[in-house]
């Protein structure tokens, strides 16, 4: 993805996206709806979906849905980051990964709720199936964001919410990004759900693969549940996803059948992006992970505008 790596756009994003979930200590909640941040916002994903779009093209009319995503989520010919974890990654690999998604495993399905008042018959049901599942059903030991930081603290990581922030690059808080993106945007529910349903039908072989590692690699066997446990319920939510989220969205509302196709190629050019930047990194011997500069800066308007400036100027 063109501009993948512009650090500042993704962090300054999530930050603001940031607000939303949890905020940050010391911030008042009162920014969440400031019409200054909002503006600055704007003109962030502006850029942003100008750059996704550029990537994957603009959403286009579709026929079936659900064969468009089989065929999406089947006919990928890449590097797999997961096969390379199950052969031959390092525990100090498997570590780096843990910490890059560790920006979403943390608040694992949360952003993909945002659709759920936007949603209604069929899809809606669908959806919340899912999530229930994402939640644990209702028993904070079985969230899976709950055993994603059970797999960290295995690992030897800290498990805080937000804890490795400053060492995610841009390439991973993309990723995120996106999803938060289409979640906060009535117009791009389609998109989402195209997002969630990739999700889940792309998950069952991979998940079992991490799991793999982590038991050849000899790291307490707690830290493979998060991963058991997606192998289990996506075999599920996958024909769920497909059939009665997307398909069923596409049937109540077949002029916006192309925002889920979109919503589905972007997460898949972005994950891509993704593999390729830790695989790259790990075969010429250097760290995925990324430490910013002191000063945060995104360009805008023509010339550079920090965040103390945005804030200043709210």
Not at 35 to 58: N, T
Not at 140 to 157: K, Q, S
Not at 256 to 279: C, K, N, P, Y
Request: a negative charge; aromatic letters at 10%; proline letters at 4%.
């Amino acid at each position: 993805m063109e501009g993948a790596d512009d650090e500042d756009l993704q962090l300054a994003l999530y930050c603001l996206y940031e607000l939303h979930y949890r905020g940050f200590e010391g911030v008042s909640d009162e920014w969440e709806w400031h019409a200054s941040l909002l503006a600055f916002r704007s003109i962030l994903e502006a850029e942003f979906l100008d750059r996704v779009i550029a990537l994957v093209g603009p959403p286009n009319p579709v026929r079936d849905v659900e064969d468009d995503l089989n065929t999406l989520v089947h006919a990928g010919d890449g590097p797999s980051l997961s096969k390379y974890m199950a052969e031959r990654g390092t525990l100090r690999e498997f570590r780096e990964f843990a910490i890059h998604r560790s920006a979403y495993q943390l608040k694992e399905a949360d952003p993909h709720s945002w659709v759920i008042p936007r949603l209604h018959g069929e899809p809606k049901a669908a959806l919340i199936e899912i999530q229930a599942d994402e939640y644990g059903g209702g028993r904070f030991e079985d969230m899976h964001a709950t055993l994603f930081g059970v797999t960290m603290r295995c690992l030897g990581l800290d498990s805080s919410y937000g804890c490795y922030l400053d060492e995610i690059p841009a390439v991973t808080l993309a990723t995120v990004n996106l999803i938060s993106f289409f979640g906060l945007h009535r117009r791009w529910r389609g998109a989402l759900v195209g997002h969630l349903a990739v999700f889940e039908m792309s998950s069952v072989v991979p998940n079992s693969r991490y799991s793999l590692a982590l038991h050849r690699l000899g790291v307490d066997p707690r830290a493979a549940d998060f991963y058991d446990v997606h192998v289990e319920a996506d075999a599920v939510h996958e024909v769920i996803a497909c059939q009665r989220l997307a398909g069923g969205f596409a049937a109540l509302e077949p002029e916006r059948a192309g925002d889920v196709l979109f919503g589905a190629r972007s997460i898949m050019a972005l994950e891509q992006a993704f593999t390729l930047h830790l695989l790259d990194s790990w075969s010429d011997g250097r760290t995925s992970l990324y430490r910013p500069h002191d000063k945060l800066s995104v360009l805008t308007g023509g010339r550079a505008l920090s965040v103390e400036d945005a804030r200043r100027s709210a």
